[in-house]
């Protein structure tokens, strides 16, 4: 079967949430290459449908998701206008099994490209830094994928909020930055921006040298997740999710 079809089978399993099983299962020899083009024709789907790209996700950035995985790289995904969420609400309505992790969001007035990206570069072409929290849902049952399935799933994006409030992005340590996520008002995880490939501007470089081999690049305007803080929780109707981010205030969000 071509790349095409296959787009095509987890676009619908996508857009009408639905489980599916692992495309490593089903058809031979898929390299990450190939997967990244599936990436690339399913979001195509959604723009000739009037969505509109919007920026980027890094995604498998701290040593345990990538443990879990089985992998030793970081992947990355599209994000679409579709996908904000505007108020602090998560519906779970066309989500088959989401789960949720506090991010630093990065918002970009100059263009990134290229091979050679330094943490100066990114630190020029910001415009500012924002808490975020990623919704994640793998279109794969049980959660289960190798590397080629999930970055064809657009490395299980679903949904993402980026809190009100911008900041100056020299004016944290965004490594040592405290993050504590609650559900229902118990402690569910804790972690520091250091789980973000040791920085979250790393997370950054590494999205760009990404791009820049299939020939993108961060666009001023967009937004990039870097990657989550901590491991993330499964959500579900009634939840609230409150996640303080150490300095830079809260987010809570309700499920329903
Ligand atoms: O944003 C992420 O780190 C998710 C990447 C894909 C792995 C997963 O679904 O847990
Ligand atoms: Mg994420």
Request: contains cysteine; aromatic residues 8%.
């Given at each position: 079967m071509g790349l095409r079809a296959i787009a095509d089978e987890i676009y619908q399993h996508q857009i009408t949430a639905q489980e599916l099983d692992k495309i490593t299962l089903r058809y031979d020899?898929?390299?990450?290459?190939?997967?990244?083009?599936?990436q690339q024709l399913t979001i195509q789907k959604y723009?000739?449908?009037?969505?509109?790209?919007?920026?980027?996700?890094?995604?498998l950035t701290s040593k345990a998701k990538q443990q879990s995985v089985g992998v030793d790289e970081a992947i990355f995904?599209?994000?679409?206008?579709?996908?904000?969420?505007?108020?602090?609400?998560?519906?779970?309505?066309?989500?088959?099994?989401?789960?949720?992790?506090p991010e630093i969001a990065f918002v970009f007035k100059h263009r990134l490209e290229g091979t050679h990206i330094t943490a100066r570069d990114v630190w020029l072409a910001t415009e500012c830094v924002m808490p975020a929290v990623e919704v994640i849902d793998s279109r794969y049952k049980n959660f289960s994928f190798t590397?080629?399935?999930?970055?064809?799933?657009?490395?299980?994006?679903?949904?993402?909020?980026?809190?009100?409030?911008?900041?100056?992005?020299?004016?944290?340590?965004?490594?040592?930055?405290g993050v504590v996520m609650c559900r229902n008002?118990?402690?569910?995880?804790?972690?520091a921006g250091a789980a973000v490939l040791g920085h979250p501007v790393r997370s950054i470089i590494e999205?760009?040298?990404?791009?820049?081999?299939i020939g993108k690049a961060i666009e001023p305007g967009m937004v990039v997740l870097t990657g989550g803080i901590t491991e993330a929780i499964y959500i579900y109707d009634q939840d609230t999710i409150s996640v303080e981010f150490e300095g830079m205030g809260d987010i809570e969000l309700s499920v329903h």
């Amino acid at each position: 079967m071509g790349l095409r079809a296959i787009a095509d089978e987890i676009y619908q399993h996508q857009i009408t949430a639905q489980e599916l099983d692992k495309i490593t299962l089903r058809y031979d020899g898929l390299t990450v290459d190939d997967a990244y083009a599936i990436q690339q024709l399913t979001i195509q789907k959604y723009t000739n449908q009037g969505d509109r790209l919007i920026g980027w996700k890094m995604g498998l950035t701290s040593k345990a998701k990538q443990q879990s995985v089985g992998v030793d790289e970081a992947i990355f995904g599209h994000l679409l206008e579709s996908m904000e969420l505007t108020n602090p609400e998560i519906s779970l309505k066309g989500l088959i099994h989401p789960r949720v992790e506090p991010e630093i969001a990065f918002v970009f007035k100059h263009r990134l490209e290229g091979t050679h990206i330094t943490a100066r570069d990114v630190w020029l072409a910001t415009e500012c830094v924002m808490p975020a929290v990623e919704v994640i849902d793998s279109r794969y049952k049980n959660f289960s994928f190798t590397l080629v399935d999930v970055i064809a799933d657009n490395a299980s994006s679903a949904k993402f909020y980026v809190a009100d409030q911008a900041f100056s992005p020299y004016q944290f340590q965004l490594d040592k930055l405290g993050v504590v996520m609650c559900r229902n008002g118990e402690v569910a995880q804790t972690g520091a921006g250091a789980a973000v490939l040791g920085h979250p501007v790393r997370s950054i470089i590494e999205q760009v040298h990404m791009l820049s081999r299939i020939g993108k690049a961060i666009e001023p305007g967009m937004v990039v997740l870097t990657g989550g803080i901590t491991e993330a929780i499964y959500i579900y109707d009634q939840d609230t999710i409150s996640v303080e981010f150490e300095g830079m205030g809260d987010i809570e969000l309700s499920v329903h």
